[in-house]
């Protein structure tokens, strides 16, 4: 289990890898983005983006999974209190394939809650070229190890 004590600036924690499909690119963007480009690869292919691509929405859906598998099912965590930002900045195409990591920008004890720290991350979510096609930081609070040593 990981603790905020574990969070420490510079410390990065990998993503699972994600194999984008076809299928849940239309599926997503069925309910949630229904734009031509996410939907047909015919519309994907005389977009900007070069074929049937995935939302940026469904990036961040599928970077959460990517996390949650990764590390923060095995962390402390108590949730964020939003993100700071969010980059799109190349298109996930269906057959790429994502991983990547999340890497800690700063840690601090929280006064207003003892026991619970905030650690801020910067994620980055990178094709199977190794290029970077979301980027993100975002706050997230972690419970000490030792909660009572940490209150004091």
Not at 19 to 35: G, L, M, R, W, Y
Request: charged residues 25%; glycine residues 10%.
């Amino acid at each position: 289990m990981l603790y905020f004590e574990d969070f420490l600036p510079g410390n990065s924690f990998p993503l699972t890898e994600k194999k984008v499909t076809a299928e849940e690119i239309v599926e997503f963007a069925a309910e949630f983005d229904p734009q031509p480009m996410h939907l047909s690869e015919a519309a994907g292919k005389e977009s900007i983006l070069g074929g049937l691509s995935a939302s940026g929405w469904h990036t961040a859906s599928m970077f959460m999974r990517m996390m949650f598998d990764g590390w923060l099912s095995n962390s402390s965590s108590e949730g964020s209190p939003g993100i700071e930002f969010m980059e799109w900045k190349k298109p996930v195409l269906a057959g790429d394939t994502l991983s990547g990591r999340s890497t800690v920008i700063e840690s601090r004890a929280l006064r207003s809650r003892p026991g619970i720290g905030m650690v801020k991350f910067l994620h980055e979510v990178e094709n199977q070229r190794g290029e970077v096609v979301m980027r993100g930081e975002n706050p997230i609070m972690m419970r000490f190890r030792n909660a009572e040593v940490n209150a004091a």
